[in-house]
């Protein structure tokens, strides 16, 4: 199973892979598209050397930029490796997915060929994975995918740390050669646009000239595109679409003249679209296709301006990122969820927990109908605060003169927290925390092994979330311990949700033919503004060891 620590790991080379690739995307030229990709590697991927190989017309590949070393960059830039070479290269080795990796027991008999190269010194590996001086990596880059166009390979050399890069590292560099091809496509389609543009604003006699040149680049452009109204009463219809965008979106040219990009985009997005609209600038978002569903992508506005009367029209450059933004979306499951279970991890449960406190303490319990009318009238005609609760920075720590949309979490009286065993219930609602330790786990992974516990801890994790509300979140601390989180209860209500979780999990479980059992002990404590995380969990996890030795030991074991 993988360390506590692995989660944040990943979260943070998330965040610095969608840093480096966002730098892609700022880069004005082709020239500076590309020594972005070679830095991006080195500033963001973990490997102190790259260098980025163009395919030329000629087939040849050309060493277009370098970084992490300044010597080896005036010794190779501009130079020029031939097509032969670097496809005995990209058919030897070992295949990484989409990656190609040369090492040194191999490497060695392409010292003597064309492809530009350099050369680093080093100790021999002392163990398996170690890399080697002499080991290479190379991640080709193509137009669409694994099948497309070549259009150049990226080398790295020497990895951060001496080691071969694992199998999160190699997904990261896969996903970065990727958005590196599409970058490099978009910065010589933005070259050859630009140029179009130009011609448009200085050459007004000379338009019926240059509109064929124009029509050819948007029509037969690899991705969306589609020119649209500025101002008037017809401000953003579609003029014209390419091929490419009517195939994106399902729809004939014919149709989509009928509409503007705010009739197709996604409600949750509008705002997006019209401050780029505004701006002439960039957004990630989805449009709707023909049958219903949406489609994620980006969004490149150029305003294209008449230079009697303003802008005109809108030039817009629409490239599907649906895969991307799906493999993103993976990747942050699988940083914030557990491995074996599916369950949200220690990591997701605390960041959902914090986002219900803050740290003013002393919440005011009102009912509904209070807490409803002091979300609007937090502040009277006087101007004076009144101390209801909902007034106020959410941390405490704000000016007081600003409303405060936070909803403060309060809990049940006697301390918000309350053994299974029995409530004086006020009618107060709360946020429950049920803390859950399984009792006789340890005797089935002794017993049968870890590959039996493995399968318990899966049951139990499904048997808990059938027993919860949609709203609900079950989620596994680890080991054999799981917390619930359940908003809107009365003390009465979690010492009911107790007593169903715990019966949930007592009935044999079928594990390699044999059945087997375990207990579990709840510890019921409540969330409230003014406690931290910590607080909050532990609370509820002394809660759940005060229930566990109020029961004899028979009565706590299942086995």
Not at 188 to 217: G, H, P, T
Not at 306 to 325: N, Q, S, W
Not at 442 to 454: E, L, Q, T, V, Y
Request: net charge negative.
């Amino acid at each position: 199973m993988e360390a506590e620590s692995e989660p944040y790991v990943r979260l943070a080379t998330l965040r610095q892979l969608h840093r480096v690739v966002a730098d892609l995307n700022t880069a004005r030229s082709l020239s500076d598209t590309v020594q972005a990709v070679a830095d991006g590697i080195v500033a963001g991927l973990g490997y102190e050397l790259a260098c980025v190989n163009l395919v030329r017309p000629d087939g040849d590949l050309v060493v277009a930029a370098f970084a992490g070393n300044t010597a080896a960059e005036a010794l190779i830039t501009g130079r020029v490796g031939s097509r032969n070479s670097w496809e005995r290269r990209l058919s030897m080795g070992e295949r990484w997915g989409d990656l190609h990796f040369i090492p040194h027991t191999e490497g060695w008999v392409l010292m003597e060929d064309d492809v530009p190269q350099w050369h680093t010194e080093g100790p021999e590996p002392r163990f398996a994975d170690e890399w080697h001086p002499s080991d290479r990596l190379y991640a080709p880059m193509y137009a669409s995918g694994g099948d497309g166009e070549l259009i150049g390979v990226i080398s790295v050399d020497r990895p951060r740390g001496g080691r071969r890069p694992g199998a999160w590292a190699q997904e990261a560099l896969t996903m970065y050669a990727s958005q590196a091809a599409i970058a490099i496509i978009n910065a010589r389609l933005r070259s050859n646009m630009q140029r179009a543009l130009v011609r448009l604003e200085r050459e007004q006699q000379a338009l019926r000239a240059s509109e064929e040149s124009f029509r050819q680049a948007f029509e037969y452009a690899p991705s969306g595109m589609a020119i649209a109204e500025m101002g008037g009463d017809q401000h953003g219809r579609l003029l014209r679409t390419n091929d490419a965008l009517c195939r994106l979106l399902g729809r004939p040219a014919s149709a989509m003249r009928r509409y503007s990009f705010a009739d197709l985009v996604h409600h949750e997005d509008v705002g997006t679209l019209l401050r780029t609209s505004a701006e002439g600038g960039r957004a990630e978002l989805r449009l709707q296709r023909r049958d219903g569903t949406f489609v994620w992508v980006s969004l490149r506005n150029s305003v294209v301006a008449d230079t009697a009367d303003g802008p005109r029209f809108l030039l817009t450059h629409v490239e599907d990122i649906e895969e991307r933004k799906r493999h993103e979306l993976h990747l942050a499951h699988r940083a914030s969820h557990d491995s074996l279970t599916g369950l949200p991890n220690s990591a997701e449960l605390r960041a959902r927990l914090s986002a219900r406190l803050c740290r003013r303490p002393h919440a005011v319990r009102a009912t509904a109908v209070e807490a409803l009318d002091a979300a609007y009238e937090g502040v009277y005609g006087d101007g004076v605060t009144y101390d209801d609760g909902f007034f106020g920075d959410p941390m405490g720590e704000g000016d007081p003169g600003f409303y405060d949309h936070h909803v403060h979490t309060v809990a049940p009286p006697e301390g918000g927290a309350a053994t299974a065993d029995g409530y004086a219930d006020d009618g107060t609602k709360g946020l429950a925390v049920l803390f859950c330790d399984l009792d006789g786990f340890k005797s089935i992974n002794d017993r049968f092994g870890h590959g039996a516990g493995d399968a318990v801890l899966i049951e139990v994790a499904r048997r808990l979330t059938t027993c919860v509300r949609d709203g609900d979140t079950v989620a596994r601390l680890g080991g054999d311990e799981f917390v619930v989180l359940a908003d809107g209860l009365g003390s009465a209500d979690a010492a009911d949700l107790a007593v169903r979780l715990r019966n949930a999990i007592i009935p044999p479980i079928r594990v390699d033919g044999r059945a087997v059992r375990v207990g579990a002990s709840f510890g019921i404590g409540w969330a409230e503004c003014g406690m931290s995380v910590d607080e909050v969990l532990q609370s509820a996890d002394q809660r759940m060891y005060i229930e566990k030795r109020s029961r004899s030991k028979p009565h706590r074991r299942a086995g």
